[in-house]
Nanobody, 117 residues
Framework: QVQLQESGPGLVKPSQTLSLTCTVS??????????WSWIRQAPGKGLEWMGA???????YDSPSHKSRTSIPRDTAKNQFTLQLSSVTPEDTAVYYC?????????WGKGTLVPVSS
């Protein structure tokens, strides 16, 4: 059973870079045909896909956030990271990492990241 756990700062200030790490257990981030995504949900809003990194290392960006988002990975640690630059209070959300083959079958519990001065 694949398990995902998000970790990161409790608070980020406007204009800073938000950095969250997803640690994966029970499976490898290089397993063929698996995709590893970041999704967020702002207060009172729906789920929003931020981007993904594939088992091969290929990146898939959300057009809405492409210029501010990067998703590096560390295969030795079996982790992948979301880096979102130049954050504003509108980036306040619960951030989830998720994974699957053709659907997102596995999800982390999510972590709330407030953006505030």
């Amino acid at each position: 059973q694949v398990q995902l756990q998000e970790s990161g700062p409790g608070l980020v200030k406007p204009s800073q870079t938000l950095s969250l790490t997803c640690t994966v257990s029970g499976g490898s981030i290089t397993t063929n045909y698996y995709y590893w995504s970041w999704i967020r949900q702002a207060p009172g809003k729906g789920l929003e896909w931020m981007g993904a990194i594939a088992y091969s290392g290929s990146l898939y960006d959300s057009p809405s956030h492409k210029s501010r988002t990067s998703i590096p990975r560390d295969t030795a640690k079996n982790q992948f990271t979301l880096q979102l630059s130049s954050v504003t209070p509108e980036d306040t959300a619960v951030y989830y990492c998720a994974s699957g083959h053709s659907t997102m079958d596995y999800w982390g519990k999510g972590t709330l990241v407030p953006v505030s001065s």
